[in-house]
């Protein structure tokens, strides 16, 4: 299956950080808006109607600007979970590098850090992950999903 033309868009932010209301609290991070996996199944595309595009979900990609974390002490001993509505790691994170960039920012913070992904392209930060493990708590979880009917139920 051919993957579709995605729209690139560059948006500027006050803070990659957004208080979660979830029932586990802490901070969602989403170093993007949008998602270019485009899959059949994803809870996420209700996102689209807070975006303003008019495209399909799976074929924009808003890439997040955001000053630098100033203070990333304060988040210490919060949950900060990396790709609740966009997957960090998805195909455009290998030119743009914002997920990097944020474990970078958030690296010695001592934060509870989760990662939420499909992909393998998180192995490219496995020295940064290790650095970070030894300051906060780490978490990286895979998603491994199929549309293949042996597995439908």
């Known amino acids: 299956m051919e993957q579709p033309e995605i729209k690139v868009n560059h948006i500027e932010t006050k803070s ?10 802490g901070y969602s991070v989403n170093p993007y808006v949008g998602c270019p996996h485009a899959c059949k199944y994803c809870y ?7 975006t303003g595009h008019t495209e399909e979900w ?8 955001w000053p630098e974390i100033k203070n990333p002490k304060k988040y210490a ?5 990396i790709g609740t509505v966009t997957d960090g790691y998805n195909p455009l994170e290998k030119t743009y590098k914002n997920t990097r960039r944020l474990l970078e920012e958030l690296k010695d913070s001592g934060a509870d850090i989760l990662i939420c992904t499909k992909s393998d392209l998180v ?12 300051n906060s708590r780490l978490t990286v979880s895979w998603s491994i999903n199929t549309l293949d009917a042996l597995y439908q139920r």
């Open 58 to 65: 799976g074929t924009f990609m808003d890439v997040k600007d």
């Open 77 to 81: 001993g919060q949950k900060v979970i």
């Open 44 to 50: 996420a595309s209700f996102m689209k109607r807070f």
């Open 123 to 134: 192995l490219r930060d496995l020295d940064l992950l290790k650095e970070i493990n030894e």
């Open 16 to 25: 990659v950080m957004t208080k979660s209301n979830t029932p586990i609290g």
